[in-house]
């Protein structure tokens, strides 16, 4: 199965247009702010010796956060300009990126079994993903877990639109990250409530943990105070009948 057409064309679009900088993406936060509070919730479950891929990596912020965390970070995305840029900013080449549709779950496979059991990051990906993606996208997590692996899923609610409207429609109109997310036609929080959970089932995913948070993005409100956005966590890992890969 391929991602849609869409899909693909609107988000390599978008990086094609940015520089890749840090934090001129709309959702583009520091870690500190995102992947380390999310590891804290994780850390409970999570076997820190096994790689870990995230999912959906953009310009690579995330990733190489994770690469001081765990021996091996990969970072993988449908946008072969987000790729560029997240090899450019990885000086130090902490973590590896490569290209690549979540939805290909050929694709997906390979990876996994280069890697052998992994961890797996997945921030605010499904509720981007056209309807007839989420399915598998959710679906590679599953393959790439193995048994020991265990899933980091992070995804803003159907409440987040209250706050992206609130941002857009500030005097002086949206911020420049905000701008570019809508002439891109990217669309965030479209996931209806109660959709995760299930998604997540179907695609041969226990979940072992979850809760609430606030998904910190780049900008800040006029007050000074940081957009962030009302999401669920989930910890997940792959049932018996996901087919659970041995450790490689």
């Known amino acids: 199965m391929s991602v849609s057409e869409r899909y693909a064309r609107a988000w390599e679009g978008f990086w094609a247009e940015s520089t890749g900088e840090q934090g001129e993406p709309f959702?583009?936060?520091?870690?500190?702010?995102?992947?380390?509070?999310?590891?804290?919730?994780?850390?409970?479950?999570?076997?820190?010796?096994?790689?870990?891929?995230?999912?959906?990596?953009?310009?690579?912020?995330?990733?190489?956060?994770?690469?001081?965390v765990f021996p091996r970070a990969v970072g993988v995305d449908l946008s072969a300009s987000a790729v560029a840029h997240a090899r450019r900013a990885d000086r130090d080449g902490a973590a590896e990126f490569e290209q690549l549709s979540l939805t290909d779950l050929v694709g997906v496979r390979r990876l996994g079994d280069r890697l052998g059991e992994a961890n797996v990051y997945l921030r605010a990906v499904l509720h981007q993903s056209d309807p007839v993606d989420r399915a598998p996208v959710a679906a590679a997590v599953a393959l790439l877990l193995g048994r020991r692996g265990r899933g980091f899923v992070v995804e803003p609610t159907a409440a987040a639109k209250a706050v992206l409207q609130q941002v857009a429609d500030r005097p002086g109109g949206p911020p420049e990250g905000l701008r570019q997310v809508r002439k891109h036609e990217l669309?965030?929080?479209?996931?209806?409530?109660?959709?995760?959970?299930?998604?997540?089932?179907?695609?041969?995913?226990?979940?072992?943990?979850?809760?609430?948070?606030?998904?910190?993005?780049?900008?800040?409100?006029?007050?000074?105070?940081?957009?962030?956005?009302?999401?669920?966590?989930?910890?997940?890992?792959?049932?018996?009948?996901?087919?659970?890969?041995?450790?490689?």
């Open 187 to 248: 669309r965030p929080a479209e996931v209806a409530p109660g959709e995760l959970p299930e998604l997540l089932r179907t695609a041969g995913l226990e979940i072992l943990d979850q809760g609430g948070t606030d998904l910190a993005m780049s900008e800040s409100h006029p007050d000074g105070t940081r957009v962030t956005l009302p999401a669920d966590w989930f910890v997940v890992a792959a049932t018996a009948a996901a087919g659970g890969r041995p450790g490689g």
């Open 27 to 68: 959702w583009d936060a520091d870690p500190t702010l995102t992947a380390a509070p999310h590891l804290a919730l994780f850390t409970a479950h999570v076997d820190r010796t096994l790689p870990i891929v995230d999912l959906g990596c953009g310009n690579g912020t995330q990733t190489r956060y994770l690469a001081g």
